[in-house]
């Protein structure tokens, strides 16, 4: 699930969530793509993880065409489900959220296509 409140040339202002064993997880982010090669995304509200959270891409050309994408992850949970999700995300050396990049990239390459 997702509201999009504000969009600007280099920012972007979204509500995202989904579900979770116990009930919805939700984020109010601030996107913000105005350096090169970079968008991070830091959380102004959210019933998981601490305001002032972020994630960055780092995006760079890959080897042989295609893109190399490398995701700094620093969300700071705040209730029981963010822990989880947290030592979910560390356990699993980022395998979630590898995987909803990946399905987001795949949704917006077959639109493009």
Do not use: Q
């Amino acid at each position: 699930m997702y509201e999009v409140y504000d969009v600007g040339e280099t920012y972007a202002d979204i509500r995202e969530g989904s579900k979770a064993p116990g009930g919805a997880i939700w984020a109010k982010e601030h996107y913000d793509w105005s350096a090169p090669d970079t968008v991070t995304w830091t959380v102004s509200e959210s019933n998981f993880c601490a305001p002032g959270s972020y994630v960055t891409a780092l995006i760079k050309p890959g080897t042989g065409g295609g893109s190399r994408i490398h995701i700094t992850w620093n969300r700071t949970p705040t209730s029981t489900a963010g822990r989880i999700a947290a030592l979910l995300i560390l356990a699993t050396r980022g395998a979630p959220v590898a995987s909803s990049l990946r399905k987001g990239l795949k949704r917006l390459e077959t639109s493009t296509n």
